[in-house]
């Protein structure tokens, strides 16, 4: 079983203030918890114990809230970023937290009704460097279509690499990986960028193993004040179970 992952909470919310001027998105609250700590029950319920948290805007509050993870169940870690990272310049900073074994990586502000066991063990079994899961969606270019061939190997992230073609079955990405140590050979040090755009279209291109895992679980995200509201009532009629 996998024991570590990283929580991507850097982010500013743009999209959600003013709510965001004051409280990092991840802390907002969602069934009457912060959000954050129902993404750290999901991984630790997976099997997860130690959890790299990286913080950018207002990261203190979310440091405050979670300490060492102990009242959760989990060891807890963080990655400070300034400037801000991105998605792959912010996982390359938390090499040194990470490095070594196989790791998983969620987005701060989304979470997905799944176990994550069942994720890890599509992985192993496909060898893969990287595993994404993915969905079905009628919208799914409007996230940033990921394009799986029949045998549920990533072929085209966004549009790229460019030439690639193929009978693809397009979906989308609710925001978690799964990823081997050797991801950090594909990633730079102290730049800011894209874990998808940039890390997966090289690993693509050098014809590393990618692949989909592709779930209908339900899913949650707080990105604009309609899905706050939205998740908010999706966990308090119907919580999640991992």
């Given amino acids: 079983m996998i024991r570590r992952a990283m929580v991507l909470a850097a982010g500013r919310g743009t999209r959600l203030a003013p709510l965001t001027d004051t409280t990092p998105k991840p802390l907002l609250p969602v069934a009457g918890r912060p959000l954050i700590e129902h993404i ?12 790299v948290i990286n913080l950018h805007h207002l990261g203190q509050r979310i440091e405050e809230r979670i300490g ?18 991105d998605t792959g310049g912010g996982i390359k900073r938390a090499e040194p937290l990470l490095a ?8 701060g502000d989304s979470l997905l009704e799944l ?3 069942d994720v890890v063990a599509f992985h192993r079994e496909r060898g893969a460097v990287a595993t994404m899961v993915v969905r079905p969606d009628p919208e799914a270019a409007r996230y940033g279509l990921i394009e ?9 992230v966004v549009g790229l690499p460019a030439g690639v073609e193929g009978d693809f079955r397009g979906f989308m990405f ?14 730079e040090p102290d730049a800011a960028y894209s874990v998808i755009r940039v890390t997966y279209v090289k690993l693509l291109t050098s014809g590393g193993p990618v692949y ?23 966990l308090r009629s119907a919580p999640f179970r991992f």
């Avoid at 750290?40 to 959890?51: K, N, P, Q, S, Y």
């Avoid at 070594?100 to 987005?107: L, W």
């Fill in 40 to 51: 750290l029950e999901f991984l630790r319920a997976g099997g997860i114990r130690e959890v």
């Fill in 68 to 85: 060492d993870g102990r009242r959760l169940g989990l060891q807890v870690k963080y990655s400070w970023e300034d400037p801000i990272l």
């Fill in 100 to 107: 070594g074994e196989p790791f998983v990586v969620v987005n």
């Fill in 115 to 117: 176990r994550l066991e």
């Fill in 148 to 156: 799986l061939d029949a045998d549920d190997r990533v072929r085209r």
């Fill in 174 to 187: 609710p925001g978690l990986h799964v990823f081997e140590p050797e991801i950090f050979r594909w990633m």
């Fill in 212 to 234: 989909g895992f592709v779930t209908r679980a339900r899913w949650v995200n707080i990105d604009t004040p309609a899905a706050l509201e939205a998740a908010d009532l999706t």
